[in-house]
Nanobody, 123 residues
Framework: QVQLVESGGGLVQAGGSLRLSCAAS????????MGWFRQAPGKERDFVAAISKSGGSASIRNSVLGRFTISRDNAKNTVYLQMNSLKPEDTAVYYC????????????????WGKGTLVTVSS
């Protein structure tokens, strides 16, 4: 199994930037696809981005395409979500996730989850 710990959340004004980090431990990091989901108050948990084991391919939610970038550093066992031009609708708890075989937009197939980090974007 793998343990995931998110960091980097906080309060920012609209138009600002934030970088989230997710540190993984317990298993070989390069053996897992990594992803980010988010859950706004009163809403379902939604897909944000995912990246393959080697970092060679990635997928991004359409509503954040061009503003968010997912990346990973396998030497540091860490996946990142760079968030630019933040909007109030980006306000949510952001969760890091990992899976050895899955990398899609549904949340249920992902095996491992962090506890989340809160991002609040003020207007």
């Amino acid at each position: 199994q793998v343990q995931l710990v998110e960091s980097g959340g906080g309060l920012v004004q609209a138009g600002g930037s934030l970088r989230l980090s997710c540190a993984a431990s317990g298993r070989t990091f390069s053996g897992y696809n990594m992803g980010w989901f988010r859950q706004a108050p009163g809403k379902e948990r939604d897909f944000v981005a995912a990246i393959s084991k080697s970092g060679g391919s990635a997928s991004i939610r359409n509503s954040v395409l061009g503003r968010f970038t997912i990346s990973r550093d396998n030497a540091k066992n860490t996946v990142y979500l760079q968030m630019n031009s933040l909007k109030p609708e980006d306000t949510a708890v952001y969760y890091c996730t990992a899976d050895a075989t899955y990398s899609g937009s549904s949340d249920s197939p992902w095996d491992y989850w962090g506890k989340g980090t809160l991002v609040t974007v003020s207007s």
